[in-house]
Structures are given as structure tokens and as C-alpha cells.
């Protein structure tokens, strides 16, 4: 398994990042986790075959992590020419999300008769699903969207990734992690308690019963990034656009 970091910035472009997604590269499909609003201009920047992608998971509908799947959409429709099936897994709520979001930004384009096979599955926080040669587990994490916010962990058989999504600390997070060859986990803040997210403090503290072979942090507003050479020392990965990380 094959990870590319393709967007690791918060809501705001911290850094000059782009917003969250992931390239997974798995034994039997490609998938991206996450699609935020800049990701196809993140995407088109590493060169990556957006028509390669066979799936998109979603953690939750805020638009730095869903926002550019229309624009994933109406490119495979009218630059990419698309012409394989092409499935979105979220949570409930995510149909009608990403019904109303196309249409707020390309009015009507929500009715748009696709040339491929556009299918998106809601799933339950709490269960798991196969597809795409993969399973996908997802557990209900703390951040208001307006609908279940989760974090995933996929596994292909042979590797496992574990994903926080965005949230404060919660002990579920323990079994999303175990046994992961990583652990991908959200760090906003390197200091401050915020409702909905991690500090450095958060995650640094229960280090020793994460059992994940390795830890990246994510999701880094400048407090953290300013501390990005302190950190690197304590043993954790810091994601970077572009970084790639075999599994």
C-alpha cells in the first residue's frame, strides 16, 4: 500500500497547503480519503490520473475535506472523459451534501446525466463495508458537521491505515489505531484546547498506547507548523503535500 499525500492543510491553506486528501495506492484499487475544496488543483500539481481513482472515502462533509469531489465530478465528465464506475462511500447525509453542494456552485449540475457509473453509499459510523478489494471500518469521532463525523481505517489485506478525520480527543480513537501500519491523526493546534480538534498535548500524551506502527500528524495550523523541527524529534511523521510513504 502506497500513500501520496496529496493535501495535509487545515480549513485555511495554512502553510500554503492544500486542503486534506490522500492517494492510496492498495494491492486491487486506488482511493482517495478525503477530497477537499483545492484538491483537484492539488491532484493536477502531482501529475496524479484522476481517472485512475476507483473510489473516495469521506470521513465528513465539511467542504476542506468533501468540497472538491464536484469538481472531481464534472472533470471526469467533460476534460477526463471518464468512462469506468466510480464509487463515494461517507457517512449518512453525504447524497443529499453532495447534491446541494454541486448545485451551489454549477447550478443544476447536480442533475447531470453521467457518462460512468456514479455510485455513493452512506455508511454507519460504527460498521464496516467491503469494496474496492478493501474494508473500510469507520467510527464516530467528536466534530460538528452537520452530520456523522468519522475516522476510517481501511485495510487491503495485506496493510492498514488508520485516519483520525478531524475531531477531539475520544478513546475510540485507541481502536482505530491498533495494529495500524499507520496512523494518520489530526493535530490543529499545538497548544490550545479547541472544541472539535487535537493539540499536541492531546495526542503526545497518549503516544505510548497508540498501537500503530507509525504516527503522521495532520491537519497543522501555524502553531504547530512553527514547531514542525521540535517535533519531528519526538518520533512522529509530519505530513507534507507531496510526501509519499509506502506502508
Known amino acids: 500500500m502506497r500513500l501520496t499525500v496529496i493535501g495535509c492543510g487545515d480549513a485555511f491553506g495554512s502553510g500554503g497547503r492544500f486542503n486534506t486528501c490522500f492517494l492510496v495506492e492498495a494491492r486491487r484499487s486506488t482511493i482517495l480519503i478525503d477530497c477537499g475544496a483545492s484538491s483537484m488543483v492539488a491532484l493536477h500539481r502531482q501529475s496524479v490520473d484522476?481517472?485512475?481513482?476507483?473510489?473516495?472515502?469521506?470521513?465528513?462533509?465539511?467542504?476542506?475535506?468533501?468540497?472538491?469531489?464536484?469538481?472531481?465530478?464534472?472533470?471526469?465528465?467533460?476534460?477526463?472523459?471518464?468512462?469506468?464506475?466510480?464509487?463515494?462511500?461517507?457517512?449518512p447525509g453525504t447524497r443529499d451534501r453532495l447534491s446541494a453542494a454541486m448545485d451551489v456552485y454549477f447550478p443544476g449540475s447536480s442533475a447531470t446525466k453521467w457518462r460512468f457509473v456514479?455510485?455513493?453509499?452512506?455508511?454507519?459510523?460504527?460498521?464496516s463495508h467491503q469494496a474496492l478489494a478493501l474494508e473500510i471500518r469507520t467510527e464516530e469521532v467528536v466534530h460538528y458537521s452537520g452530520a456523522p463525523s468519522t475516522a476510517v481505517r481501511v485495510s487491503d489485506g495485506s496493510h492498514v491505515l488508520a485516519y483520525s478525520g478531524d475531531t477531539e480527543w475520544t478513546d475510540v480513537l485507541f481502536g482505530v489505531a491498533d495494529g495500524a501500519d499507520l496512523f494518520i491523526v489530526e493535530c490543529y493546534d499545538f497548544s490550545r484546547k479547541l472544541a472539535g480538534h487535537m493539540n499536541w498535548p492531546d495526542i503526545q500524551s497518549r503516544l505510548p498506547k497508540l498501537n500503530a506502527?507509525?504516527?503522521?500528524?495532520?491537519?497543522?495550523?501555524?502553531?504547530?507548523?512553527?514547531?514542525?523541527?521540535?517535533?519531528?524529534?519526538?518520533?512522529?511523521?509530519?505530513?507534507?503535500?507531496?510526501?509519499?510513504?509506502?506502508?
Open 50 to 91: 484522476t481517472n485512475a481513482v476507483d473510489g473516495v472515502i469521506l470521513t465528513h462533509l465539511h467542504g476542506d475535506h468533501f468540497g472538491g469531489l464536484p469538481f472531481l465530478l464534472l472533470d471526469a465528465q467533460f476534460l477526463g472523459r471518464r468512462d469506468k464506475p466510480l464509487l463515494i462511500v461517507g457517512p
Open 118 to 127: 456514479l455510485q455513493v453509499e452512506e455508511l454507519a459510523a460504527g460498521s
Open 213 to 247: 506502527r507509525r504516527i503522521m500528524l495532520t491537519h497543522m495550523n501555524p502553531t504547530m507548523l512553527a514547531e514542525c523541527e521540535a517535533l519531528r524529534q519526538t518520533g512522529v511523521m509530519l505530513a507534507e503535500d507531496g510526501l509519499i510513504h509506502h506502508l
